[in-house]
């Protein structure tokens, strides 16, 4: 008999997932994603991947690569399908430790085959940005092979290829409840009916906090907030812009203009400005940024692109992004048997779906369990304690490595 496995949540973690467990002939994938196919936080994405980037430590360089890798596969067999620019990416420093991490990014980019040089001379660096101030900077990071996705459409190549898998796919379709008996998932009753199930994979992104109280499970996530905001430059900028990664923010381009956006790394839990617990249904597709954001980011461009400030801003919005304490996603069994989380990728869940939707299917068909499971486990985030209004008091040590 097939394992019947519920999927909630059509991003790009579930999307994925639903890809890797239809490799699996004894597994009946159904996928139910309350809006559209990658509407949620992965419409909002920058969906950056560069091979140089302090966002995921070096620890998960295997989680780096093997996405890295998934995609353009994905897009050399489907051209067009991921909306992958190949745009390079430029990774200033400023100071020691940052210039230790880029220069260990590069030897791990060049062991894997992949182009990466460390410049220290200011013309090569202006080559790339002529008009970067670089006062005080030590050098930069240079990769050409990478760039950026485009996240709702790479969630929508994966959901069509698993479609033609057999895959079911239900759209405007909400999870309601997780049904259980003793503490093992029966099934999913939806806005579309009840379905039985093995195995239900809880991939909702910022609303998973929700989602898991329907089984009784405590998530410790909160939501980051990602404001961006669309600068369209009074005069043409006149050169490729790359993905350009600062310790504190980052730019893309768009079209023509340029994304800019707070670092995922530079977010701090205990500040309120920063972030807290809010209802991602009430977030609006564009708008909503908060003055703080822009300030910041005004003052860092004055430092560093005062060109840049010369611009009209286009576009903004808001997105959530889904962050365990530690800032690491939770994977793998729950108390709950047949309750799988695929949750809090935060600000790297276009870098790391590919290895979670490959590592659960393994676990889920196979009983494997991947080192990245291992290492990411909800229990352990056991020991954390919360003050009365359910803020975070302790925080999980933080193993840099
Ligand atoms: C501004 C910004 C920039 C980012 N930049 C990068 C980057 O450069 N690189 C990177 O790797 N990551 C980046 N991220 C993070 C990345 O986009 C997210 O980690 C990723 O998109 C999360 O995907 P997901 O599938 O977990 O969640 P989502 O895309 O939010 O998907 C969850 C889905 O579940 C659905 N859902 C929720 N509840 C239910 C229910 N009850 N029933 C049915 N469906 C339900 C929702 O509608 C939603 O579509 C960025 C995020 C933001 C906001």
Same mark, same amino acid.
């Given at each position: 008999?097939?394992?019947?496995?519920?999927?909630?949540?059509?991003?790009?973690?579930?999307?994925?997932?639903?890809?890797?467990?239809?490799?699996?002939?004894?597994?009946?994938?159904?996928?139910?994603?309350?809006?559209?196919?990658?509407?949620?936080?992965?419409?909002?994405?920058?969906?950056?991947?560069?091979?140089?980037?302090?966002?995921?430590?070096?620890?998960?360089?295997?989680? /780096?690569?093997? !996405?890295?890798?998934? $995609? *353009?596969?994905?897009?050399?067999?489907?051209?067009?399908?991921? @909306?992958?620019?190949? &745009?390079?990416?430029?990774?200033?420093?400023?100071?020691?430790?940052?210039?230790?991490?880029?220069?260990?990014?590069?030897?791990?980019?060049?062991?894997?085959?992949?182009?990466?040089?460390?410049?220290?001379?200011?013309?090569?660096?202006?080559?790339?940005?002529?008009?970067?101030?670089?006062?005080?900077?030590?050098?930069?990071?240079?990769?050409?092979?990478?760039?950026?996705?485009?996240?709702?459409?790479?969630?929508?190549?994966?959901?069509?290829?698993? /479609?033609?898998? !057999?895959?079911?796919? $239900? *759209?405007?379709?909400?999870?309601?409840?997780?049904?259980?008996? @003793?503490?093992?998932? &029966?099934?999913?009753?939806?806005?579309?009916?009840?379905?039985?199930?093995?195995?239900?994979?809880?991939?909702?992104?910022?609303?998973?906090?929700?989602?898991?109280?329907?089984?009784?499970?405590?998530?410790?996530?909160?939501?980051?907030?990602?404001?961006?905001?669309?600068?369209?430059?009074?005069?043409?900028?006149?050169?490729?812009?790359?993905?350009?990664?600062?310790?504190?923010?980052?730019?893309?381009?768009?079209?023509?203009?340029?994304?800019?956006?707070?670092?995922?790394?530079?977010?701090?839990?205990?500040?309120?400005?920063?972030?807290?617990?809010?209802?991602?249904?009430?977030?609006?597709?564009?708008?909503?940024?908060?003055?703080?954001?822009?300030?910041?980011?005004?003052?860092?461009?004055?430092?560093?692109?005062?060109?840049?400030?010369?611009?009209?801003?286009?576009?903004?919005?808001?997105?959530?992004?889904?962050?365990?304490?530690?800032?690491?996603?939770?994977?793998?069994?729950?108390?709950?048997?047949?309750?799988?989380?695929?949750?809090?990728?935060?600000?790297?869940?276009?870098?790391?779906?590919?290895?979670?939707?490959?590592?659960?299917?393994?676990?889920?068909?196979?009983?494997?369990?991947?080192?990245?499971?291992?290492?990411?486990?909800?229990?352990?985030?056991?020991?954390?304690?919360?003050?009365?209004?359910?803020?975070?008091?302790?925080?999980?040590?933080?193993?840099?490595?």
């Amino acid at each position: 008999m097939k394992k019947r496995i519920g999927i909630i949540g059509g991003g790009i973690i579930g999307t994925a997932t639903a890809y890797f467990l239809s490799k699996y002939p004894d597994a009946e994938i159904t996928l139910f994603e309350k809006s559209s196919i990658g509407s949620g936080t992965t419409a909002k994405s920058a969906a950056t991947f560069c091979l140089i980037d302090d966002s995921v430590s070096h620890e998960f360089w295997s989680v /780096r690569l093997f !996405g890295f890798n998934f $995609y *353009t596969r994905l897009e050399n067999q489907f051209p067009g399908s991921t @909306g992958f620019e190949k &745009t390079g990416t430029l990774t200033i420093c400023p100071y020691r430790e940052y210039e230790l991490y880029v220069k260990q990014a590069i030897s791990l980019t060049l062991a894997s085959d992949y182009k990466a040089e460390y410049w220290t001379d200011a013309e090569r660096i202006h080559k790339i940005i002529p008009d970067i101030n670089l006062d005080g900077v030590l050098g930069a990071g240079w990769c050409p092979d990478d760039g950026f996705f485009d996240a709702t459409m790479t969630a929508n190549t994966l959901a069509r290829i698993c /479609r033609e898998a !057999g895959v079911k796919i $239900y *759209t405007e379709t909400k999870v309601t409840q997780i049904c259980t008996s @003793g503490s093992k998932v &029966t099934g999913l009753e939806t806005t579309k009916g009840h379905f039985d199930f093995d195995v239900v994979v809880d991939a909702s992104g910022p609303w998973a906090r929700h989602v898991a109280q329907l089984v009784g499970v405590k998530l410790p996530i909160w939501h980051t907030k990602a404001e961006v905001f669309i600068l369209e430059p009074t005069e043409k900028l006149g050169y490729n812009f790359p993905v350009l990664k600062y310790p504190r923010f980052y730019a893309r381009k768009d079209k023509d203009n340029v994304f800019i956006c707070k670092s995922h790394q530079s977010m701090d839990l205990n500040n309120p400005m920063h972030a807290g617990f809010w209802d991602p249904d009430l977030l609006p597709m564009t708008g909503g940024t908060d003055p703080y954001f822009w300030d910041f980011l005004t003052e860092q461009l004055m430092d560093v692109y005062p060109r840049l400030l010369e611009s009209s801003i286009v576009n903004e919005w808001v997105g959530y992004r889904a962050e365990p304490p530690d800032f690491l996603p939770v994977l793998g069994p729950t108390p709950v048997e047949g309750y799988i989380l695929a949750a809090g990728a935060g600000g790297n869940g276009v870098i790391e779906a590919p290895t979670i939707g490959r590592d659960l299917a393994s676990f889920i068909m196979e009983g494997n369990k991947s080192w990245y499971l291992d290492r990411l486990p909800l229990s352990r985030l056991d020991n954390l304690k919360y003050d009365d209004t359910g803020r975070l008091i302790s925080k999980p040590e933080i193993v840099i490595k």
